[in-house]
């Protein structure tokens, strides 16, 4: 888990990549688990998309071995305000929900609606089951990672390795945008030095005053569905 948030790092400026479609009424395996331990004798066998002409859904196939009441928590990106239903089983019961507090990535606790989300535990049997995340697309929703446990504290996911992660590499870049011994950056673009980018007879004659800069930036993984 520790490597897996130390992967999820975002950092200042985002673009989106888009890896669908998902195709209406077919299946997508995200990646497939040897019994991954997710918490609480919890494991995930597989990590999926589902698309209808109506809504979309991940989805997360796992393994449990007691019966009994289990919280959840899901490790997820989107806006604020962003809520999804959580479904269980193909019995499309509706389990609770995931709302998303903030930008950028975050552990969100399932739970019921109110002036704060409240969280509420998910009876599960023994056995095979599936949690799906569903909304109304066309974006199908970005979340990475679950944890159970028989408690609110037992269920969380521990977001600090992701947290120290993302502040050492915004140190990093700070180092390098200031520090350079290139000299490639310096607090004020000198524009008498800049560059055409192309000839000037061309319609997008510009400036880069910024050519050769340092940045931050990140990617945004992206499943959308695709309808005929």
Same mark, same amino acid.
């Given at each position: 888990?520790d ?8 950092f200042s400026?985002?673009?989106?990549? /888009?890896?669908?479609?998902v195709?209406?009424? &077919?299946r ?11 918490g609480?004798?919890?494991?995930l066998?597989?990590i /999926?998309?589902?698309?209808?002409e109506k809504?979309?859904?991940?989805? /997360? ?5 007691e019966?009994?009441?289990?919280y959840?928590?899901?490790?997820a990106?989107?806006?604020p ?6 479904i ?10 995931? &709302? ?9 606790i399932i ?10 535990a998910?009876? #599960?049997?023994?056995?095979? $089951?599936?949690?799906?995340?569903r909304?109304d ?10 944890k159970f446990g ?6 969380l ?8 992660? #993302? &502040?050492?590499i915004?140190?990093?870049?700070k ?6 011994n290139?000299?490639?950056?310096t607090?004020?673009?000198?524009y008498a030095?800049?560059?055409? #980018?192309? &000839?000037?007879?061309e319609?997008y %004659?510009? %400036?880069?005053?910024?050519? $050769? ?6 990617f945004r993984?992206s499943? %959308?569905?695709y309808?005929n």
């Open positions: 888990m490597r897996l948030l130390k992967q999820c790092c975002c400026i985002m673009a989106s990549v /888009f890896l669908g479609p195709y209406a009424g &077919e997508m395996i995200v990646k497939k688990y040897d019994k991954k331990e997710i609480s004798g919890v494991y066998n597989e /999926f998309n589902d698309a209808n809504e979309v859904s991940r989805g /997360f196939r796992i393994s449990v071995t019966t009994g009441e289990y959840l928590s899901a490790w990106q989107g806006l305000g962003t809520s999804w239903n959580v269980l089983d193909e019995s499309n019961s509706n389990v609770g929900y995931l &709302e998303l507090m903030k930008n950028g990535w975050q552990v969100g739970g019921t609606p109110g002036s704060k989300l409240i969280p509420k998910i009876r #599960l049997s023994s056995g095979i $089951h599936t949690i799906k995340f909304d697309g066309p974006g199908i929703p970005d979340v990475e990672l679950l028989k408690d609110e504290e037992d269920a996911i521990d977001e600090t390795p992701f947290r120290k992660n #993302l &502040e050492r915004m140190m990093q870049s180092d390098s945008a200031f520090n350079s290139d000299n490639l950056v607090s004020q673009p000198d030095d800049a560059q055409p #980018l192309v &000839e000037p007879d319609p %004659y510009d %400036y880069d005053p910024n050519y $050769h800069k340092v940045f931050n930036y990140t993984r499943f %959308y569905l309808l």
